[in-house]
């Protein structure tokens, strides 16, 4: 079992920076790939981010690359998500997920809220 929880989400206006963090623990001593997911009101969860566990591998969404950056810290065992030059559109809540290499099963933090004004 691996738990999950994000911080770093809050209110910022357009052309703002956020930084939020995904910390993990549990079975942190088995590899895992992290992506950063997000949802708005009245819509599906869409992939934003991922990163593999060497953090050699990123992968971005076309919406937001060239503005956010994935890294990892895997001696803390936690992953980062820096995102600049913020739009309206980017207003959802953001969700952590770790991916085992070992069997593929996925964990899920519970989320924070990022709200882009304009």
């Known amino acids: 079992q691996v738990q999950l929880v994000e911080s770093g989400g809050g209110l910022v206006q357009a052309g703002g920076s956020l930084r939020l963090s995904c910390a993990a623990s549990g079975r942190t001593f088995s590899r895992y790939e992290t992506g950063w997911y997000r949802q708005a009101p009245g819509k599906e969860r869409e992939f934003v981010a991922r990163?593999?566990?060497?953090?050699?591998?990123?992968y971005y969404a076309d919406s937001v690359k060239g503005r956010f950056t994935i890294s990892r810290d895997t001696a803390k065992n936690a992953v980062y998500l820096q995102m600049n030059s913020l739009k309206p559109e980017d207003t959802a809540i953001y969700y952590c997920?770790?991916?085992?290499?070992?069997?593929?099963?996925?964990?899920w933090g519970q989320g924070t809220q990022v709200t882009v004004s304009s």
């Open positions: 997920k770790a991916t085992m290499y070992t069997d593929g099963k996925g964990y």
């Open positions: 990163i593999s566990w060497s953090g050699g591998s990123t």
